[in-house]
T-cell receptor, first 113, second 112 residues
Framework: DVKVTQSSRYLVKRTGEKVFLECVQD?????MFWYRQDPGLGLRLIYF???????EKGDIPEGYSVSREKKERFSLILESASTNQTSMYLC????????????FGQGTRLTVV | GQSLEQPSEVTAVEGAIVQINCTYQ??????LSWYQQHDGGAPTFLSY????GLEETGRFSSFLSRSDSYGYLLLQELQMKDSASYFC?????????????FGKGTMLLVSP
């Protein structure tokens, strides 16, 4: 069974903290994505990676960075968490190009207080 | 950049047929896909269209017209369990890598 695993289901952090969200996939996929999901706004792409150590900005990268040191792991970093980063964060992976079926993790509900 | 438009909400009754439309604007268009997300769950893949025409998968069908930058998801014989949010998403190929951009989602409410 294919799997995308996010390290935490729920997370509460304080304003100004550095926050790490981890995502691991076991499908040997080239592409990995980080989205945030907010009511009425759908899934918005923060960053994606198409290979190890490669990254590209999505639509809303401000306040975030990413790291992909190994093919199976893609980390999202909030350099200094702010309350407007309270959201559901979803990680996904897919094969390069082609049918582009993406597999999602269960999400991390992050609350910044 | 990319943009996708889909209705925010659709209601229907059990056994009915419902169509969820999606229009898009993007460069480097590769394909259109549909995802289903139940409340509290992760999005799951439903279908993918790269070429014009209709793709059928059981009760669900998806259509694409590349010339009109338009697609739809057709759900037949609706069941209560089909109540969920449905997202269209475009795959773009730029500079040799693909991205996946989602619409804002359509909430489908199926009533008895």
């Amino acid at each position: 069974d294919v799997k995308v695993t996010q390290s935490s289901r729920y997370l509460v952090k304080r304003t100004g903290e550095k926050v790490f969200l981890e995502c691991v996939q076991d499908m040997d996929h080239e592409n990995m994505f980080w989205y945030r999901q907010d009511p009425g706004l759908g899934l918005r792409l923060i960053y994606f990676s198409y290979d190890v150590k490669m990254k590209e900005k999505g639509d809303i990268p401000e306040g975030y960075s990413v790291s992909r040191e190994k093919k199976e792991r893609f980390s999202l970093i909030l350099e200094s968490a702010s309350t407007n980063q309270t959201s559901m964060y979803l990680c996904a992976s897919s094969v390069r190009g082609g049918r582009a079926e993406a597999f999602f993790g269960q999400g991390t509900r992050l609350t910044v207080v | 950049g990319q943009s996708l438009e889909q209705p925010s909400e659709v209601t229907a009754v059990e056994g009915a047929i419902v169509q969820i439309n999606c229009t898009y604007q993007t460069s480097g268009f590769y394909g259109l896909s549909w995802y289903q997300q139940h409340d509290g769950g992760a999005p799951t893949f439903l279908s993918y269209n790269a070429l014009d025409g209709l793709e059928e998968t059981g009760r669900f069908s998806s259509f694409l017209s590349r010339s009109d930058s338009y697609g739809y998801l057709l759900l037949q014989e609706l069941q209560m369990k089909d109540s969920a949010s449905y997202f269209c998403a475009v795959s773009d190929m730029n500079s040799g890598y693909s991205t996946l951009t989602f619409g804002k989602g359509t909430m489908l409410l199926v009533s008895p």
